[in-house]
């Protein structure tokens, strides 16, 4: 199945906007400029360098966000927060919905809801997520897989994840044909390698989608997926601002 309807915009961070055949969807909404700021979940006060290439009211109508997680102010700021009570519905971990309310819906590893517009579906299914390396609790986070025809077919947005067991069943589960991979650029503690003793995300690119591209900035990637080899081949950097044709 190809699919030749799905455009992908970089708003910046973690935020990007996915179109598929009338579909318009959005990953952890942040839109606040760039400044410092105070998260109401996190003791960090967070140094934001770049504001976002898109502002909320040139995103438009949205009918779903993707919600990694809500408890850090990197992937949910003030402006991205005051976006969702008008989005159709937020797809988001369990104990995210708890502390959002209104139209969150907290989703299990692996649990499947079909999203409807205008006598369309869209499979949106929860993926297993590690955010931080084994020992570190950052609390509970959530990627996730969208399916054209069957769960998983489409596209997968990895989250703020390490590559561990979860992530491997992705790749048993499901044959995407585009990765989105949060490669990151936060340092709440200096410098934090995504390898850390084991296989980062990006470094999973080739399990994950074995003849497809994976979309992220190179220069942020582990070791281990700026190597030569056949992931690195797959690898596309993408721009701030404007629609990119995964192809």
């Not at 139209?103 to 579906?121: I, M």
């Amino acid at each position: 199945m190809a699919a030749p309807n799905l455009t992908l915009t970089l708003v910046g961070g973690p935020t990007v906007l996915i179109e598929y055949d009338g579909f318009r969807l959005l990953t952890d909404p942040t839109f606040d400029p760039h400044g410092e700021y105070q998260g109401a979940y996190s003791p960090v006060r967070h140094r934001k360098t770049d504001g976002p290439a898109l502002s909320v009211e040139r995103i438009g109508k949205l009918d779903a966000v993707l919600l990694s997680h809500d408890h850090h102010f990197d992937n949910l700021d003030n402006a991205g927060r005051a976006l969702l009570p008008h989005v159709g519905i937020t797809y988001t971990t369990d104990s995210g919905a708890q502390r959002l309310g209104g139209n969150a819906l907290g989703l299990a590893p692996f649990e499947t809801r079909v999203l409807e517009s205008d006598r369309k579906k869209l499979f949106v299914t929860a993926t297993p997520a590690r955010h931080g390396p084994v020992g570190v609790d950052a609390g509970d986070v959530v990627g996730f897989a969208l399916g054209a025809e069957q769960p998983g077919d489409l596209l997968y947005v990895t989250g703020d994840t390490l590559w561990f067991e979860g992530t491997a069943e992705v790749a048993r589960r499901f044959s995407p044909k585009l990765v989105v991979l949060f490669t990151g650029a936060a340092e709440p503690r200096g410098r934090f390698p995504y390898d850390d003793g084991q296989r980062g995300c990006a470094g999973g690119c080739a399990r994950l989608s074995r003849r497809s591209p994976c979309r992220g900035p190179q220069r942020r990637l582990g070791p281990s997926a700026r190597k030569p080899g056949p992931a690195f081949g797959r690898l596309r950097q993408v721009q701030s601002g404007g629609p990119s044709d995964p192809a």
